[in-house]
């Protein structure tokens, strides 16, 4: 099977399906908090989670929603001329306040011109019910995915990076979300300390049998302005090579639905800021890398895939 000139069913080939022409991300700061920072569950965040809580590539907090999305369009303008939009809340927890205030942030960017959906950054144990309510009211209105930080099945991992909440409350999650038709996407970490392949290979054959709309792939990213760059310093482990990280990524590939969108295969830090893996810096390299090695094996995403 092939998604255009993909092995694996990207964002991109879903969207230009959807809309028929490029839909492209505009990552906002919706100026939430997170129950893992200000006292809730935690006060320090995810122990890989920066001062911009994972939103190191968003808005200024400062600028308002409609600022906000005037300057990315306008910074990703030359590249993407004539795009819509989807307007993502990706700093901290976006669906962690008030009612009111939510449904302030979500309109004020869908009234903005060309934005054609919203994607919500969250976590599992921040969806009540008035706030579900919400986004499958908007999902009936307008394009509209929710994104969860799993990271990690194994208990073990989950404490070592604080996530604050443990596996049946993400899957009482996606369960209220799938029960209202709301498109949801994991995030998922390959790299963890003391997870080896297998592990990582245990956490996606996990997900792929919830009925997830789509996943994201994060390698680990040790990263100055944070909690994990302290405790690297400290405590060095291993993290993959670039070639170890792309075998796991198409081995999950293999093993994911075929029907699963790919939200992300990998990512980069703020370059300034990232000590680990330098190599994640050439996003490029690593992407082509996994068409390779998918080319190599004669491999697409779900050739191993078995429905239960």
Same mark, same amino acid.
């Given at each position: ?10 964002? &991109?080939? /879903? ?7 490029? @839909? ?8 939430? +908090?997170?129950? #893992? ?16 809580? *994972? ?27 004539? *795009? ?6 990706? *700093?901290?927890? #976006?669906?962690?306040?008030?009612? !009111? ?5 979500? /309109? ?20 009540? %019910? &008035? ?5 499958? %009211? ?8 929710? $994104?969860?930080?799993?990271? +990690?099945? =194994?208990?073990? *991992? ?26 949801? @996407? @994991? ?8 997870? #080896?392949?297998?592990? @990582? ?49 198409? !081995? ?10 790919? =939200? ?17 810096? !050439? ?12 080319? $190599? ?12």
């Amino acid at each position: 099977m092939k998604w255009y000139d993909k092995r694996y069913h990207t964002l &991109d080939y /879903e969207l230009k399906q959807t809309f028929g022409q490029k @839909v492209i991300k505009l990552s906002l700061d919706g100026g939430f +908090t997170c129950p #893992n920072r200000d006292g809730t569950i935690g006060s320090r965040g995810c122990i890989f989670c920066s001062e911009k809580g *994972s939103g190191d590539f968003a808005g200024k907090r400062e600028a308002g929603i409609p600022e906000q999305i005037e300057e990315q369009k306008r910074l990703l303008y030359s590249k993407w001329p004539n *795009s819509k939009y989807i307007a993502y809340f990706q *700093s901290y927890t #976006n669906t962690y306040a008030p009612l !009111d205030y939510l449904k302030k942030q979500y /309109e004020t960017a869908l009234s903005a011109k060309d934005v054609v959906g919203l994607a919500v950054a969250t976590r599992p144990d921040c969806l009540p %019910d &008035d706030v579900v309510e919400l986004l499958e %009211d908007l999902s009936k209105r307008t394009y509209l995915w929710v $994104e969860l930080g799993l990271q +990690t099945i =194994h208990p073990k *991992s989950a404490a070592f990076i604080r996530r604050g909440y443990d596996l049946s409350c993400f899957i009482k999650g996606v369960e209220k979300l799938k029960s209202r038709n709301i498109k949801t @996407v @994991v995030h998922l970490i390959i790299g963890l300390p003391g997870e #080896n392949a297998e592990d @990582v290979q245990e956490t996606v054959r996990f997900i792929a049998g919830l009925g997830l709309w789509g996943v994201k792939f994060h390698m680990l990213y040790i990263q100055k302005d944070t909690d994990l760059y302290e405790y690297y310093t400290r405590h060095p482990f291993p993290l993959p090579t670039r070639e170890e990280y792309i075998k796991m990524i198409v !081995d999950a590939l293999e093993i994911l639905p075929p029907g699963m969108v790919i =939200h992300r295969a990998t990512g980069d830090g703020v370059k300034e800021l990232l000590v680990e893996p330098r190599w994640s810096l !050439d996003k490029l390299r690593v992407l082509s890398g996994i068409d390779r090695e998918l080319k $190599e094996r004669d491999s697409w995403q779900g050739c191993k895939w078995k429905e239960r």
